[in-house]
């Protein structure tokens, strides 16, 4: 997970193929995920980059965290493991009669 980044404020405009040319400057690109919304398919403006180890995805925020792009300030860091929210829970269990 230390080679996951977490890419915030992106302008809606971004594709992922953007975001893969982008971070190529820091390394090897492994993966891009651009989050989109579900009904409307139209980009959340944040996205997940993993590049191919630690010391390029920290490379990566260096260079990128805090720079511009299309007027918006982006958030480059680190991503972190997704957590538990307990939102969505096995059906049957607590469950009180």
Known sequence: MDNKLYVGNLPFS????????????????????????????RSRGFAFVELSNQAEAEKAVGLFNNTLLDNRTLKVNLARPKEDSGKYRKPGGNRRY
């Open 14 to 41: 971004t594709t992922e193929e953007d975001l893969r040319n982008m971070f190529a400057q820091a390394g090897t690109v492994v993966s891009v995920s651009l989050i989109k919304d579900r009904d409307s398919g």
